[in-house]
């Protein structure tokens, strides 16, 4: 097989994605807080990818200035990631619509039923996460133009159940949309099995956060180099009556401290020095901040470094460029030595 053989027989794999996308190649950004913004999500569209701006706690105006500067670094679709607790949630859908974004992603829980139809009324496409395939299906029947099935590989907040797993459990018995898969992705040939699964697509954060276009500091972008996919681990809850919501990360001085914080507000609780209220609060304020912390100053010691297990394959800042050409050489590659074989 040659590589344009390769190449056509890869395209035809995501070609579905890739349609739903409007995009080259079929594979979506993930949106990090304070990564996802107009440099990189630009530089992702403009390279063939789909950048996704992440809101995050943005309000309106912050959102509709974000995506105003996207659209003038580039003329390609992307899409903004919006959280589904967000209290402002409805706004922030409308400056969407009105500024003609073509896929809202909603995230961090179920989608409210008056989100979804705001969308789909605007003429946006809705794109869901989904943790099973009974709640795929749910999605899909509300209202979902497209699924992300994310394993708990990925950075961030994560789930309990791996990327193989749910991509057994829910690609070939969801058929209805698009399903990306997303979750410790980090190599192009992974994802061509994972298209021959029956995947439209796939989703990754962390390879793209330690680019060069990312606006990340550069102590953040050295972490992910130096760091193994066993480095990146989820955060730790110490009590079942105070719940703590796995995030994966680099194991650091902030990360050790937050088990000796959760430690000493669980004493301070049993000796009836706090109420329950306050000693959960004091645990989930550990974090504040910590994120930009670690992005944006620069801090990776006493920051939240969030990264997925593919974290150890980022082993060079490289450009958003390089690392689709990279995937997509990789892809092929696998495919031409399959056909040798």
């Given amino acids: 097989m040659e590589r344009a053989e390769a190449r056509a027989r890869l395209n035809r794999l995501w070609a579905r994605g890739s349609a739903f996308l409007g995009t080259e190649t079929a594979l979506l950004a993930g949106a990090m807080s304070w990564v996802s913004e107009r440099h990189l999500v630009s530089a992702i569209s403009n390279a063939g990818g789909f950048g996704?701006?992440?809101?995050?706690?943005?309000?309106?105006?912050?959102?509709?200035?974000?995506?105003?500067?996207?659209?003038?670094?580039?003329?390609?679709?992307?899409?903004?990631?919006?959280?589904?607790?967000?209290?402002q949630l409805d706004d922030l859908v409308r400056v969407c619509l009105a500024a003609k974004v073509g896929h809202v992603v909603l995230a961090g829980g179920i989608p409210p039923g008056g989100a979804v139809r705001a969308v789909k009324d605007g003429g946006a496409k809705l794109v869901a996460f989904a943790p099973a395939l009974v709640l795929a299906k749910r999605l899909v029947r509300s209202g979902a133009d497209a699924i992300i099935i994310e394993g708990s590989e990925a950075g961030g907040h994560i789930g309990p159940v791996s990327l193989t797993v749910l991509a057994q459990e829910i690609l070939p018995h969801l058929k209805d949309v698009p399903v990306f898969v997303a979750g410790g992705l980090g190599r192009g040939d992974a994802i061509l099995s994972y298209l021959e699964m029956g995947a439209s697509g796939a989703q990754l954060g962390t390879r793209f956060a330690a680019t060069t276009e990312s606006i990340a500091h550069e102590n953040f972008k050295k972490a992910f180099v130096r760091a193994n996919a066993r480095d990146a681990l989820p955060s730790i809850q110490l009590d079942e009556r105070f719940p703590v919501i796995p995030v994966r990360g680099l194991v650091n001085a902030g990360t050790k401290r937050f088990l000796a914080h959760q430690a000493e507000t669980l004493k301070k609780f049993d000796a009836g020095e706090f109420t329950k209220e306050q000693a959960q609060l004091s645990i989930e304020h550990f974090w504040a901040g910590a994120l930009r912390r670690a992005v944006i100053e620069g801090n990776v010691e006493d920051g939240s470094v969030m990264a997925g297990q593919s974290v150890g394959m980022v082993t060079s800042v490289q450009s958003v460029a390089e690392v689709i050409a990279e995937l997509i050489a990789q892809a092929e590659d696998a495919l031409m030595a399959r056909a040798v074989a």
């Fill in 52 to 87: 996704v701006i992440a809101c995050g706690s943005m309000g309106p105006e912050l959102l509709e200035a974000e995506i105003a500067a996207t659209q003038a670094l580039t003329a390609r679709p992307f899409g903004v990631n919006l959280i589904t607790m967000h209290p």
